[in-house]
């Protein structure tokens, strides 16, 4: 990915960011969202994904129901999102990325890894419309 097409994305994350409820943005506070070109090589394997643009987001951490004592010294929750995932889910059949399209996957995929966070699993949020 080049830093043009880089910016362009993030121009349209930046927008949909902005029109996010502040319930969500409470969220952010808590989950940092952090936003890569692509998952790593052990991110793949983790989630035996074979192609660099197949995976749009990763929620790493402890759903908030799971949380307890035990659970102190981990890592802090993230957010992860991928560029060259939700760019793939949201061209069209000619390999076409409309503007309206690519806002909402991102608008997706960030709802899709926080509710992972509340402990939602991949059946929930299909039945949720957010599979």
Known sequence: MNADQRRRF???LEWVLERLPPLIHELIEKVPLHVEDYPSDEVRDRMGVEYLDDLCGLFTGIPIGEKSVWHSGTLPDVV???REGILSASADA???IHRDRLRE???ITILHELAHYHGLTEDDLRKLGYG
């Open 80 to 82: 992860t999102i991928y």
């Open 94 to 96: 000619r390999g076409r």
């Open 10 to 12: 993030d121009e349209q």
């Open 105 to 107: 996957q991102i608008r």
